[in-house]
C-alpha cells in the first residue's frame, strides 16, 4: 500500500496496530503493550520523517499504557474498545471509521 502525507502514514500506521491486535491471540495485557510499543517503535524508525507517526506512536502507546493501569483491562476489553477515538489524532474522523469498520469486519 503507498500511502501520501505525514497524517495519512499515521493513521495508517495506528490502524495496522489495530489489525494486529485484533488477530493476535495475546495471554496477559502486559503482552499487549509491549507489542504495541514494539510494532509502534518499528514503524518510527521505517518513517523517522514522518513526524506525524511518532507523534502518533507516542499518544498511542501513552494511551494503551493508560488503559492498562487505570482500569481492570483485560486482552478482550482492549480488543472491544475503539482505541483510537480516544487518541488525540487531529483526523479522528477517519482513524474512527477505519477502527469501526475492522472491529466489524471477521478476520481471517
Do not use: W
Not at 23 to 41: C, G, P, R, T
Amino acid at each position: 500500500m503507498q500511502v501520501r502525507g505525514a497524517p495519512a502514514i499515521a493513521i495508517v500506521g495506528c490502524l495496522s496496530i489495530v489489525v494486529e491486535i485484533l488477530k493476535e491471540n495475546f495471554s496477559d495485557i502486559e503482552q499487549v503493550a509491549k507489542f504495541v510499543e514494539e510494532k509502534l517503535k518499528y514503524l518510527v524508525s521505517s518513517r523517522p520523517t514522518a513526524v506525524n507517526m511518532n507523534d502518533a506512536a507516542v499518544k498511542f502507546t501513552a494511551l494503551v499504557k493508560k488503559i492498562i493501569l487505570e482500569t481492570s483491562a483485560t486482552v478482550e476489553s482492549v480488543k472491544q474498545k475503539n482505541l483510537l477515538q480516544d487518541t488525540p489524532f487531529k483526523f479522528c474522523g477517519i482513524a474512527c471509521t477505519g477502527h469501526a469498520y475492522l472491529q466489524d469486519t471477521p478476520t481471517a
